[in-house]
């Protein structure tokens, strides 16, 4: 079970284990604090729901995640009682969180839920909508951003990336007297320290759906978050290990929360939430001059990326440079 199930994350971050050894220079990065006991728990205490919104029922219900880690960590908690859920994510057909807009299905099974589970971010902006329609005034619903609270990360434009198009800019320009409100990086599921928050919130909304089985979901997080616990270790220790610290990325970047964990650095050609599908001259060169600099022998993209942005920074480099994929679930 272990192997099958958290294997989602380790299948996803094998190929760091290649990275680890591309590169010969090493940079520093600040490693994100380890997740105590103590901040666990008063986070999944402000996230639970009120107890005297807690009915006893063990009747059928139902869950609805909009991505198929949410949809992953709901199994695993409701372990045995899965069977007696209708348990729904809806980006199943591999679209992609940026683009993803709800069927009229998609709303009608969401607007009588009794748990929605969604990431928060800018791509969910169409969630309020729903929830404002939803029939089901009793739905429990958790917003992972909103969760995360302080933990939630402002998206990073870093040194030598793409920004945005001259159209968008100008577009921006038009309205510059309007407050511009930060946009938080909504990948929260590519760290195994945001998993254990986030699941162990999940379980409070679900012990409070069904609290006649109250016990056997406590006792399925808790199994998970050990297993949970054991692969950020075992990643912690690859990372100590190895004298590599730096990923370079030919594609957009979804990783920080994970290279964050793990006190790594890195380059890449676009933000994680990046619209663009073409990288500048000037992204392009920096990234071919790091290439050179760190000595990489690996540049990394995304699951189904064409990856001809990675391939110029390569024949840009002149370096002979393997592409290796990070998939970001």
Request: glycine share 4%; proline share 2%.
């Amino acid at each position: 079970m272990f192997k099958k199930k958290t294997g989602i994350y380790a299948l996803s971050f094998a190929m760091a284990a290649i990275g680890m050894t591309g590169c010969s220079s090493e940079s520093s990065s600040s490693s994100s604090d380890s997740l105590s006991e103590s901040s666990l728990s008063s986070i999944t205490d402000a996230a639970a729901p009120s107890e005297n919104a807690t009915t006893a029922s063990s009747e059928p219900f139902s869950v609805v995640c909009t991505i198929f880690p949410e949809y992953d960590w709901v199994k695993e908690i409701l372990g045995d009682h899965a069977e007696n859920v209708e348990l729904t994510y809806l980006l199943d057909n591999g679209v992609d969180l940026h683009s993803y807009q709800p069927t009229a299905d998609d709303i009608m099974k969401i607007s009588t839920c009794d748990l929605f589970v969604y990431v928060g971010g800018e791509s969910d902006e169409w969630v309020e909508d729903a929830l404002a329609e939803a029939t089901n005034k009793d739905m429990k619903v958790i917003n992972l951003v909103e969760v995360l609270g302080d933990s939630a990360k402002v998206e990073e434009l870093k040194e030598g990336m793409q920004g945005e198009d001259e159209e968008e800019h100008d577009h921006d320009h038009d309205h510059e007297d309007e407050e511009e409100e930060e946009e938080y990086d909504e990948h929260v599921w590519l760290s195994l320290k945001n998993a254990k928050i986030l699941c162990a919130v999940i379980e409070k909304n679900i012990e409070a759906i069904d609290p006649a089985n109250a016990a056997d979901y406590k006792a399925n997080l808790e199994s998970y978050i050990d297993k949970l616990t054991e692969l950020d270790n075992s990643f912690q220790t690859l990372v100590d290990g190895s004298s590599v610290k730096t990923l370079v990325f030919g594609d957009r970047f979804p990783f920080r929360y994970f290279v964050d964990d793990y006190g790594l650095d890195y380059f890449a050609a676009l933000i994680g939430c990046s619209a663009e599908t073409e990288a500048s001259f000037e992204t392009i060169v920096f990234l071919s001059d790091k290439i050179k600099e760190l000595d990489c022998t690996t540049i990394f993209t995304l699951e189904n990326s064409s990856k001809d942005i990675a391939n110029t920074i390569i024949n840009t480099s002149g370096k002979s440079v393997d592409i290796a994929e990070l998939n970001s679930l």
